[in-house]
């Protein structure tokens, strides 16, 4: 069966699942806190986006929903989060490019 045919998972699931893989037991606890705080967010932005339909496009909708009410840096934080777990998606074979290649970095300025 090839990947094109089989039932890809949302986004927030795979992410859900890389962190348990990946995350648990190698990152301090506020830092995992962190990767779940950004899982909730991918749920509320884009709770259907599923594997296949992750591109550039749809990656780039999502950061700059999270940037409207972010600021720059919390959206490029948020994004390299993002990444790490879509470039592992990537050399698993689930999805066929990086979608995060040349994206752009929105958000609100900085509070004074």
Do not use: C
């Amino acid at each position: 069966m090839s990947k094109k045919n089989k039932a890809l998972p949302f986004f927030h699931e795979y992410f859900e699942e890389w962190i348990e893989l990946y995350k648990v037991g190698a990152v301090r606890q506020v830092t995992l806190q962190k990767y779940y705080m950004s899982h909730q967010r991918i749920i509320e932005l884009v709770p259907h986006l599923k594997m296949n339909e992750l591109n550039r496009r749809s990656y780039q909708t999502l950061l700059n929903r999270y940037a409207v009410t972010h600021e720059k840096q919390t959206t490029m934080d948020f994004h390299h989060q993002l990444k790490g777990a879509i470039l592992d998606a990537v050399d698993e074979g689930l999805i066929d490019n990086n979608p995060t290649r040349k994206i752009i970095i929105k958000g609100k300025d900085p509070r004074t």
